[in-house]
């Protein structure tokens, strides 16, 4: 069993910051990719940000210059790190954990419940 607890979303005006941060937990053995998906009012998911266990990251091009996406391995936890947040970043932003390998054998992707983020024009 794997659980990803997301925080950090909340309530921010236009040109400031935030700071996600999603926790993986669980009979982990590795895992692969870290990364952020959001999910903006009447659209569908789509990636904002992924890095890998080496450290590689790629960003959407909507975010690029202003997220910046981080990893802590021993704490198995992904941050996400948004300057110059504009309204068109609103929505529900997701963790995800990819290539996750359990202890007991096994391998797949898990998702975090998900955490609102809400830009002010």
């Known amino acids: 069993q794997v659980q990803l607890v997301e925080s950090g979303g909340g309530l921010v005006q236009a040109g400031g910051s935030l700071r996600l941060s999603c926790a993986a937990s669980?009979?982990?053995?590795?895992?692969?990719?870290m990364g952020w998906y959001r999910r903006a009012p009447g659209k569908q998911r789509e990636l904002v940000a992924v890095?890998?266990?080496?450290?590689?990251?790629n960003y959407a091009d909507s975010v690029k210059g202003r997220f910046t996406i981080s990893r802590e391995n021993v704490k198995r936890t992904v941050y996400l790190q948004m300057n110059s947040l504009k309204p068109e970043d609103t929505g529900v932003y997701y963790c995800?954990?990819?290539?996750?390998?359990?202890?007991?054998?096994?391998?797949?992707?898990?998702w975090g419940q998900g955490t609102q983020v809400t830009v002010s024009s």
């Open positions: 995800k954990a990819e290539d996750v390998q359990i202890v007991t054998g096994g391998m797949g992707d898990y």
């Open positions: 669980g009979s982990i053995f590795s895992i692969n990719a």
């Open positions: 890095i890998t266990s080496g450290g590689r990251a």
